[in-house]
């Protein structure tokens, strides 16, 4: 069954790494949620996670999710201490914190561009995620930590940048500094302000067509003439030789 699990996470991570260009060391975002499970299950993230992920991982947390777990007090006490020995990333809600979940969704806007992984236990915070592509969510059941199959938003993205018809937000402004620095946006410019003149007639269509001279269409009785006068001439040609030889 464990080795049916880690073939399952490899194979997603595949996905995420060739799709969207997830790079070690991965990045993972958790809440109160997560970190409750985690220790009522008796679950050491730290050591298991990357193990189950095949990567380095960097265990996250921000402000939002700290504040929420001090303010439920003795009950998740213990889930506190967990996500205080985690990174604290910097979101932006510094001067008025916001629910955890609504914190960690405002860190994957515009494309998850720091490539965060999403865990959480919270089911609506879940179905969220889902929404947004490229957006790894991990959950726990039982006693196992679970790497959820892609989202078929993420999968649409994929067929869609496949098809060339999506260019993710980042390589856009990627691909126009690249020509304002070259210089290239500017001619693409002129390009197109230039239109195409409208040419003038053929000149070759323009001459006049010759009249074709049209042989043998001679009256029939200029043809006559022609061939008496031509029987005429041999006749006398041959007359006038014999007349020849016989003064000779």
């Given at each position: 069954?464990?080795?049916?699990r880690?073939?399952?996470?490899k194979?997603?991570?595949?996905?995420?790494?060739?799709?969207?260009?997830?790079?070690?060391?991965?990045?993972?975002?958790?809440?109160?949620?997560?970190?409750?499970?985690?220790?009522?299950?008796?679950?050491?993230?730290?050591?298991?996670?990357?193990?189950?992920?095949?990567?380095?991982?960097?265990l996250?947390?921000?402000?939002?999710?700290?504040k929420?777990?001090?303010?439920?007090?003795?009950?998740?006490?213990?889930a506190?201490?967990?996500?205080?020995?985690?990174?604290?990333?910097?979101c932006s809600?510094?001067k008025?914190?916001?629910?955890?979940?609504?914190c960690?969704l405002?860190?994957?806007?515009?494309?998850?561009p720091h490539?965060?992984?999403i865990?959480?236990?919270?089911?609506?915070?879940?179905?969220?995620?889902?929404?947004?592509?490229?957006?790894?969510l991990?959950?726990?059941?039982?006693?196992?930590?679970?790497?959820?199959?892609?989202?078929?938003?993420?999968?649409?993205?994929?067929q869609?940048?496949?098809?060339?018809?999506l260019?993710?937000?980042?390589?856009?402004?990627?691909i126009?500094q690249?020509?304002?620095?070259?210089?290239?946006?500017?001619?693409?410019?002129?390009?197109?302000?230039?239109?195409?003149?409208?040419?003038?007639?053929?000149?070759?269509?323009?001459?006049?067509?010759?009249?074709?001279?049209?042989?043998?269409?001679?009256?029939s009785?200029?043809?006559?003439?022609r061939r008496?006068?031509?029987?005429?001439r041999?006749?006398t040609?041959?007359?006038?030789?014999?007349q020849?030889?016989?003064?000779?």
């Amino acid at each position: 069954m464990k080795l049916t699990r880690q073939k399952h996470a490899k194979k997603i991570m595949g996905f995420y790494k060739h799709s969207f260009h997830f790079r070690e060391p991965f990045q993972v975002l958790l809440d109160g949620t997560f970190c409750q499970a985690a220790l009522r299950n008796k679950i050491q993230i730290r050591e298991q996670l990357p193990g189950y992920l095949d990567g380095a991982t960097q265990l996250c947390t921000t402000r939002c999710v700290l504040k929420e777990l001090e303010s439920l007090g003795k009950a998740l006490y213990g889930a506190k201490l967990i996500a205080q020995r985690f990174q604290v990333r910097k979101c932006s809600h510094q001067k008025d914190p916001v629910s955890g979940s609504a914190c960690l969704l405002s860190m994957i806007e515009e494309g998850n561009p720091h490539h965060f992984f999403i865990a959480t236990q919270d089911q609506d915070l879940a179905n969220k995620v889902k929404k947004k592509a490229g957006v790894p969510l991990l959950f726990i059941i039982q006693n196992t930590m679970v790497l959820d199959k892609p989202s078929p938003k993420s999968l649409v993205f994929v067929q869609k940048l496949q098809t060339n018809q999506l260019v993710p937000e980042h390589q856009k402004q990627t691909i126009v500094q690249l020509k304002e620095k070259e210089g290239l946006a500017k001619q693409e410019g002129e390009k197109r302000r230039k239109r195409k003149r409208a040419g003038g007639p053929n000149p070759l269509s323009c001459l006049k067509k010759k009249k074709k001279t049209q042989e043998g269409q001679e009256p029939s009785a200029e043809k006559k003439k022609r061939r008496k006068r031509k029987r005429n001439r041999v006749k006398t040609e041959g007359v006038q030789s014999v007349q020849k030889n016989e003064k000779e």
